[in-house]
């Protein structure tokens, strides 16, 4: 009888033990399933099936990775300002058509991933993230950045590829600590002057646009390590090119270092130098560049010529066919 009773309860306390989470408010259960990964406090709920966050969630103050990932998410409320420990958010592969502007109080957030949303425009608060090191906007729908972001000088990656992108956004320029620019597959149709200011740059890639030609300025971008202009509408390229000497080959692989020209209707250099290899492009480029330096030292001495001649002929009237034939 004793051991009956006594199994009695021990089934009794296997059954309360074996649902103590049950009986914990909702904050805590999320809570208890909160891990801790390098130091950091993490929380994944990706791939649930969520179409809202839970009201709980934002409770969870101490969070400082959070991964909503893969969900159906068609917003996130303002009370996402008040998980401000935050480092990481990863929001990506949702139904996302704005973020709130309370995102601006993430003041500790280094990296956010929102693409494959349906983005079509960024907060200007945003700009307030400034110790952001990471930002993916990929696969949305966006034409430009707001002017704030120009703020976020310690930003080293940006993915912006694969939007409606008809010129690089100025803010750009401004994050002088980029050293990945990724904007494939937008429409841009030419890159500013500007793009020498990013001197850090060690991987930019254009592939996917319209892009004419290749500014000048580009090739101050020493540190370059992968210049992908794949699939786009260059003619020429820039003679001073060969002075990117980490462009180390012309890749084929997307993967590869070195410098992506594929599928340009280029008419300089001619495919036949491009089939020699990258020292047969940066041969021929230093070649035109000498021979063009040349030109333009021809051209001088012979106008210094003539302005010679009409200064001893004391001809004060625009040049006469006699001047100018001495040429």
Not at 28 to 55: I, M, N, Q
Not at 164 to 179: A, D, G, N, Q, R
């Amino acid at each position: 009888m004793g051991a009956k009773k006594s199994k009695s309860a021990d089934e009794e306390s296997g059954r309360k033990s074996a649902a103590p989470e049950e009986n914990l408010p909702t904050v805590e259960r999320f809570r208890k399933h909160t891990t801790t990964h390098f130091g950091y406090k993490v929380l994944s709920l990706a791939r649930r099936g969520l179409e809202d966050p839970p009201e709980e969630l934002w409770e969870l103050t101490e969070l400082q990775k959070l991964n909503l990932s893969l969900n159906a998410l068609r917003s996130v409320p303002p009370s996402l300002g008040s998980l401000q420990n935050l480092v990481v958010l990863n929001l990506w592969g949702n139904h996302l058509s704005s973020l709130p502007p309370e995102i601006g109080r993430l003041r500790n957030l280094k990296v956010l991933f929102a693409y494959r949303n349906r983005l079509s425009d960024v907060p200007e608060e945003l700009g307030s993230c400034t110790k952001l090191e990471v930002l993916s906007l990929a696969n949305n729908h966006l034409t430009t950045l707001p002017s704030s972001l120009s703020a976020l000088v310690g930003l080293k990656k940006l993915n912006l590829s694969h939007n409606l992108i008809t010129h690089i956004p100025s803010c750009v320029y401004t994050m002088k600590s980029l050293v990945f620019l990724q904007l494939a597959c937008n429409k841009l149709e030419n890159i500013a002057d500007q793009i020498q200011t990013l001197a850090d740059l060690k991987i930019l890639i254009v592939e996917g646009n319209s892009i004419h030609s290749l500014p000048k300025m580009l090739c101050c971008l020493t540190k370059l390590e992968l210049l992908n202009v794949d699939f786009n509408d260059i003619q020429n390229v820039p003679t001073e090119m060969h002075r990117l000497r980490r462009l180390e080959k012309l890749a084929c692989h997307p993967l590869d270092k070195g410098l992506h020209i594929r599928h340009n209707p280029l008419l300089k250099p001619i495919k036949e130098v491009l089939d020699g290899g990258l020292q047969a492009l940066y041969n021929y480029l230093k070649a035109t560049e000498s021979s063009g330096r040349s030109a333009s030292l021809i051209q001088t001495l012979r106008r210094e010529r003539v302005e010679r001649v009409v200064s001893h002929s004391g001809v004060s009237e625009p040049l006469k066919v006699s001047a100018v034939e001495i040429l």
